[in-house]
C-alpha cells in the first residue's frame, strides 16, 4: 500500500523536483519504507512506498525496458501472478515479482484494456513517453482513493488532498455548494469534495490526461448485470465457494497478516474464512468501549476469537479520548467525514502495527448483500406511497408540522416522495421540511442542487431495474460506501501504515450479488440472507442471526452525559457553523436533544465540520 502523485504540465516542469519531493513526502505514513521521485518534460511523478509484496525490489517510480513507461501505484492486484503468467508465455520477462511491474508489462500488450484483466484494489498513474498522455486510474468499487485537480492544461493527482496542495498550485478556497450534501450525508459525495477544485476521480473509471485536454471513461459498472435465475441451494454454495477463494486470493503478503474483528456478522465471515484457508494462527483486533452496556460487541468477538483460536488484542477506547482525537479523525481524513468508529479504526490499528501490517475487514458486505435496516423501512414505505395521493405532503398544514418532531418529520417526506427524491442512503440527517427547521432561512432557500444531482445520476443508470431494492444498493454503493465508509477505512489504517483488504467489495462477488433475486438477498424483511444461510455451520447461530449493530460508539450515551455541556458550548457559542440556526443547535445539544439517537449523528457532523473548519480555515 502507497501514496502516490503525478503531475503533468505542457510546458515543462524542470527544476520542480525539490517541489514534488516536498509534496510526496506528505504521505510519508502512507510509504514510511521507501519513496522516489521522478521529474522529465511535462511529468512529475511520485511514490512513498509500504513495502508488502517482493520487499527487495518493486520500487517507484518504476520503469519499463525502454524507460519510455513509468507508472507510481498503490493497491494490490491480488491475481498478479495469473496475469503474470499468460504474459511470459505472450513473450514478456519480468525482473521483479511484484505487482507494479505486471501492470506495466500488461499495459504494453493491451493498453488501456489491460485494467480489465485486473482484479484487485488500486490507484495509479502511469505515463507514457511516446503517447504523451498520462493515465489515470482507480479501482471498480473507490477503495483506493485518488484526488485531482485542473486548470488551463495543467493536472495534478494524489492519493491524498495535502500533496496537491503542497504544489502550490492553486489556493485553498471553501467549496460552499456541498456543504448541504454534507450536512445531509455526513459526508460529501463524488466527484466534489469541500475544498474548491479538489475533485475524486469516481469509481470504475480513468481519465486520459493529454495536451488535447483530459477524457473521462468508466471502464466498469455493475448495473447491467445479467440476473441469474438460481434457488437458494445452489445460490449459499456457489457464495461459500465464491468468498472461500477470494479470501484465499486476498491473503497473498510477504508481511503479517490479521483481521479487524468487530464481533459483527461480516468481521466474523472474514476470521472464519481465514481459518478455512488455513491461517494459523489468525491474529484478530477488536475495539471495545468500556460500560457500553448493550451497545458493547466486545463479547461476540471474544466468542468467535476463541472458536477459532486467536491470538486476540482489544483497544478500548474512552470518552475523552474520542473528543481529544477529533482533531486526528479531520487531519487524517481531510474531507470531514461523519464516522465514530474512524476513530475507533484509527487507534485499533495503531494497535494492530505493532503486530501486523496487513489487514482483512469484513466493509462491504451490508452493500453488497443487503444489510441495512434502512433498505427493507424503504421497501415498506414503497408500498404505501401507492396508496397515498400525490401532493398530500404538501396539503398538510404548516402548524401541524411544525408539531412534529424530527423523526415523525422525516418519514412524513418519505413516504410523500418518490423513492428517488427521499432515498439519500442509511446516513441522511436531512429532508426538505428538516432544512426548514435546521437552516438559517437563506440558506434553506439557496443552498443549491449538488445533492439532488449527485443521487439523481445514479438513479438514472437503474432506471431501468424494477427492483427498489437493487436500485438502493447499487446508489449506496456509488455514494455512502466509497465516499464515506471506504474513505474512513483507507485514511484510518494508512495513518498507521497499515494497508486494508475487503473481500466482500472483490468485483466477483459484487457481480454476482448483483445477479441475484431480490428474496434472496432480503428474506421476509431479513437482510444478507444468502450470506448468513452460506455461513451457517462456520459461525454460531448467535453471530449469525443477531441483531445487526455496526461497529457501535456509543456516542449517544457520551454526549448525553459528561460531553454534553462541552459540546453544547463548542457548537452554540461559535461562529464557524454560519448557516445553522442558533435554536435549532440548542435543541440538538439540550439535556431533552444530545443521545437521541436521531440526533446523534447530527451532532457528530457539526462537531467534525467545526473542527475541519478550524484547522483549515481559520
Known amino acids: 500500500m502507497c501514496g502516490i502523485l503525478a503531475w503533468y504540465q505542457p510546458a515543462g516542469l524542470e527544476g520542480r523536483q525539490d517541489l514534488v519531493e516536498t509534496a510526496t513526502a506528505q504521505m510519508m505514513h502512507r510509504g514510511p519504507d521507501g519513496g522516489g521521485v521522478h521529474v522529465e518534460g511535462p511529468i512529475a511523478l511520485g511514490h512513498r512506498r509500504l513495502s508488502i509484496i517482493d520487499l527487495d525490489s518493486g520500487q517507484q517510480p518504476m520503469f519499463d525496458e525502454t524507460g519510455d513507461l513509468a507508472l507510481v501505484y498503490n493497491g494490490e492486484i491480488y491475481n498478479f501472478l495469473e496475469i503474470r503468467e499468460r504474459l511470459e508465455k505472450l513473450g514478456h520477462t519480468f525482473k521483479t515479482r511484484c505487482d507494479t511491474e505486471v501492470i506495466l508489462r500488461a499495459y504494453r500488450e493491451w493498453d488501456t484494456d489491460c485494467v480489465e484483466h485486473f482484479n484487485g484494489m488500486f490507484a495509479f498513474a502511469l505515463w507514457d513517453r511516446q503517447m504523451r498522455r498520462l493515465w489515470v486510474v482507480r479501482d471498480r468499487m473507490g477503495i483506493k482513493p485518488l484526488y485531482y485537480w485542473s486548470d488551463k492544461g495543467q493536472f495534478a493527482c494524489a492519493s491524498e488532498i495535502k500533496p496537491l496542495f503542497a504544489l502550490d498550485l492553486f489556493p485553498r478556497e471553501f467549496n460552499e455548494k456541498v456543504v448541504d450534501a454534507y450536512l445531509t450525508l455526513g459526508y460529501v459525495p463524488a466527484p466534489e469534495t469541500m475544498f474548491q477544485g479538489v475533485r475524486k476521480l469516481e469509481p470504475g473509471c480513468f481519465l486520459e490526461v493529454t495536451e488535447s485536454g483530459i477524457r473521462e471513461t468508466r471502464y466498469w459498472d455493475f448495473c447491467n448485470v445479467e440476473p441469474l435465475e438460481i434457488g437458494e441451494d445452489e445460490a449459499r454454495e456457489r457464495l461459500l465457494e465464491l468468498l472461500s477463494r477470494t479470501t484465499k486470493e486476498y491473503l497473498i503478503s510477504d508481511v503479517p497478516l490479521g483481521v479487524f474483528l468487530s464481533g459483527g456478522l461480516d468481521s466474523s465471515a472474514m476470521v472464519a474464512l481465514m481459518d478455512r484457508s488455513g491461517v494459523d494462527p489468525i491474529n484478530s483486533f477488536t475495539a471495545g468501549f468500556r460500560n457500553a452496556g448493550e451497545n458493547s460487541e466486545e463479547g461476540y468477538a471474544r466468542t468467535v476469537a476463541a472458536q477459532y483460536r486467536c491470538r486476540h488484542f482489544v483497544h478500548h477506547l474512552e470518552s475523552g479520548a474520542f473528543m481529544d482525537s477529533l482533531k486526528t479523525l479531520v487531519l487524517q481524513a481531510e474531507e470531514p467525514v461523519v464516522e465514530p468508529a474512524a476513530i475507533a479504526l484509527y487507534h485499533l490499528a495503531k494497535l494492530a502495527r505493532s503486530e501486523v501490517t496487513v489487514l482483512l475487514?469484513?466493509?462491504?458486505?451490508?452493500?453488497?448483500?443487503?444489510?441495512?435496516?434502512?433498505?427493507?423501512?424503504?421497501?415498506?414505505?414503497n408500498r404505501w406511497r401507492s396508496r397515498i395521493p400525490q401532493g398530500t405532503g404538501d396539503a398538510i398544514p404548516s402548524t401541524l408540522k411544525r408539531r412534529l418532531g424530527d423523526k415523525q418529520l422525516k418519514y412524513l417526506d418519505w413516504i410523500t416522495t418518490t423513492l428517488r427524491r427521499s432515498y439519500q442512503g442509511t446516513s441522511a440527517n436531512l429532508t426538505p421540511s428538516l432544512r426548514q427547521r435546521f437552516y438559517k432561512e437563506d440558506f434553506a432557500r439557496d443552498h443549491g442542487d449538488y445533492l439532488e444531482n449527485a443521487f439523481n445520476k445514479h438513479f438514472n443508470r437503474v432506471s431501468h431495474l424494477k427492483d427498489p431494492l437493487a436500485q438502493m444498493q447499487y446508489v449506496d454503493s456509488k455514494t455512502w460506501l466509497p465516499d464515506d465508509l471506504l474513505l474512513k477505512a483507507d485514511k484510518m489504517t494508512m495513518a498507521a501504515s497499515v494497508e486494508l483488504r475487503v473481500p466482500f467489495l472483490d468485483h466477483h462477488v459484487v457481480e454476482f450479488a448483483a445477479s441475484l433475486p431480490a428474496g434472496?438477498?432480503?428474506?421476509?424483511?431479513?437482510?444478507?440472507?444468502?450470506?448468513?444461510?452460506?455461513?451457517?455451520?462456520?459461525?454460531?447461530?448467535?453471530?449469525?442471526?443477531?441483531?445487526?449493530?455496526?461497529?457501535?460508539?456509543?456516542?449517544?450515551?457520551?454526549?448525553?452525559?459528561?460531553?454534553?455541556?462541552?459540546?453544547?458550548?463548542?457548537?452554540?457559542?461559535?461562529?464557524?457553523?454560519?448557516?445553522?440556526?442558533?435554536?435549532?443547535?440548542?435543541?440538538?445539544?439540550?439535556?431533552?436533544?444530545?443521545?437521541?439517537?436521531?440526533?446523534?449523528?447530527?451532532?457528530?457532523?457539526?462537531?467534525?465540520?467545526?473542527?475541519?473548519?478550524?484547522?483549515?480555515?481559520?
Open 361 to 381: 475487514s469484513g466493509e462491504g458486505s451490508d452493500e453488497v448483500f443487503a444489510g441495512y435496516g434502512l433498505y427493507r423501512r424503504m421497501l415498506q414505505l
Open 520 to 618: 434472496l438477498k432480503m428474506n421476509d424483511g431479513q437482510g444478507k440472507w444468502i450470506l448468513k444461510k452460506s455461513l451457517e455451520g462456520l459461525l454460531p447461530e448467535e453471530i449469525i442471526y443477531r441483531k445487526k449493530m455496526g461497529f457501535p460508539v456509543p456516542t449517544g450515551k457520551w454526549f448525553a452525559s459528561n460531553l454534553r455541556v462541552q459540546i453544547q458550548e463548542r457548537l452554540c457559542e461559535s461562529d464557524l457553523l454560519p448557516w445553522i440556526r442558533r435554536d435549532a443547535l440548542f435543541r440538538l445539544t439540550d439535556e431533552k436533544g444530545a443521545g437521541q439517537e436521531v440526533n446523534d449523528r447530527m451532532i457528530m457532523a457539526l462537531l467534525v465540520l467545526q473542527v475541519w473548519r478550524e484547522e483549515y480555515w481559520v
